[in-house]
């Protein structure tokens, strides 16, 4: 797609790595999905544009599907060399058209700055809800007595394809990972437990390190299996491994309509940090 002598919508490729990795290093407009993928992963996975100027990449967005019918937006990125409105309307134009060929979808934002908010208001996006983040420090809480025939046990490699199936059916379609995002998680996990029963999986957690401390990134239980304490028992065992290991510190983050996960943090010593952070989507059709 070309929009003057020296501008041009085009496909990002692998060469462009470099030149893009520059602009999410130095441009002051980046805007980086909360993602198990770094966003040069995705080039190869459209729609992932650039505008080039003169053999130059100045701003590139990627927002390839994932979960299947949902498009997040992992980088949006502006040089400063166009104005970030101009650039973003060229790239998000061109990047609808290409999902509007493949079908329906929900395009969705986290949103993270300010300046995000009004480029996707003027694309006619609309708030959804937020994010929430929660932290706690210190004190292991109750230990909860799960039914005899429940087990818990660290997650394996083969367990995967079971963990995807019980994430897949406790979230929304927006929240879901599927099968190749939760690999791509286990491996950088630091602990990942299962619940299950019958050899069933019904139940996990999977938490990361990071400098301050742990943070719960999945937790999960089968609808099915809801209200019997596993939510409660997965993250007790988290608080206790990580308490053994001298961690005290503790994150986590869900939704603002999630009032079930909202009052199981809170009932475990979580706090609201008073971060928020909204979401943005859009049918795409």
Same mark, same amino acid.
């Given at each position: 797609?070309?929009?003057?002598?020296?501008?041009?919508?085009?496909?990002?490729?692998?060469?462009?790595?470099?030149?893009?990795?520059?602009?999410?290093?130095?441009?002051?407009?980046?805007?980086?999905?909360?993602?198990?993928?770094?966003?040069?992963?995705?080039?190869?996975?459209?729609?992932?544009?650039?505008?080039?100027?003169?053999?130059?990449?100045?701003?590139?967005?990627?927002?390839?599907?994932?979960?299947? $019918?949902?498009?997040? =937006?992992?980088? *949006?990125?502006?040089?400063?060399?166009?104005? +970030?409105?101009? /650039?973003?309307?060229? !790239?998000?134009?061109?990047?609808?058209?290409?999902?509007?060929?493949?079908?329906?979808?929900?395009?969705?934002?986290?949103?993270?700055?300010?300046?995000?908010?009004?480029?996707?208001?003027?694309?006619?996006?609309?708030?959804?809800?937020?994010?929430?983040?929660?932290?706690?420090?210190?004190?292991?809480?109750?230990?909860?007595?799960?039914?005899?025939?429940? $087990?818990?046990?660290? =997650?394996?490699? *083969?367990?995967?394809?079971?963990?995807?199936? +019980?994430?897949? /059916?406790?979230?929304? !379609?927006?929240?879901?990972?599927?099968?190749?995002?939760?690999?791509?998680?286990?491996?950088?996990?630091?602990?990942?437990?299962?619940?299950?029963?019958?050899?069933?999986?019904?139940?996990?957690?999977?938490?990361?390190?990071?400098?301050?401390?742990?943070?719960?990134?999945?937790?999960?239980?089968?609808?099915?299996?809801?209200?019997?304490?596993?939510?409660?028992?997965?993250?007790?065992?988290?608080?206790?491994?990580?308490?053994?290991?001298?961690?005290?510190?503790?994150?986590?983050?869900?939704?603002?309509?999630?009032?079930?996960?909202?009052?199981?943090?809170?009932?475990?010593?979580?706090?609201?940090?008073?971060?928020?952070?909204?979401?943005?989507?859009?049918?795409?059709?």
């Amino acid at each position: 797609m070309i929009f003057g002598a020296d501008l041009q919508v085009r496909p990002a490729v692998l060469t462009d790595q470099r030149q893009i990795a520059n602009l999410i290093h130095f441009s002051s407009h980046v805007h980086r999905h909360l993602d198990w993928r770094q966003p040069l992963d995705w080039i190869g996975s459209p729609p992932f544009s650039v505008i080039e100027s003169q053999g130059q990449v100045v701003a590139a967005l990627g927002c390839p599907p994932d979960p299947p $019918s949902v498009a997040w =937006m992992r980088l *949006f990125v502006n040089s400063g060399k166009l104005p +970030v409105q101009e /650039s973003w309307q060229m !790239l998000w134009d061109s990047a609808r058209t290409e999902l509007v060929h493949e079908g329906q979808f929900v395009a969705a934002a986290i949103v993270l700055q300010e300046w995000l908010h009004d480029l996707l208001l003027s694309s006619g996006f609309a708030s959804h809800q937020s994010i929430v983040m929660l932290e706690r420090d210190g004190g292991v809480p109750a230990e909860m007595t799960l039914s005899p025939e429940i $087990s818990m046990r660290a =997650m394996m490699p *083969f367990d995967l394809p079971a963990v995807a199936e +019980v994430d897949a /059916s406790a979230f929304e !379609l927006l929240w879901q990972n599927a099968l190749p995002a939760l690999e791509r998680a286990y491996p950088q996990s630091i602990w990942a437990t299962v619940a299950e029963t019958d050899s069933q999986v019904i139940g996990y957690q999977l938490s990361t390190r990071n400098p301050l401390g742990v943070h719960l990134a999945r937790l999960a239980v089968r609808p099915a299996d809801q209200g019997k304490g596993l939510g409660y028992a997965l993250v007790a065992n988290l608080i206790q491994q990580s308490s053994q290991h001298g961690i005290s510190h503790l994150t986590v983050n869900t939704q603002s309509d999630n009032t079930a996960s909202l009052a199981l943090y809170q009932r475990m010593g979580f706090r609201e940090t008073g971060e928020r952070y909204p979401v943005y989507q859009l049918q795409v059709s």
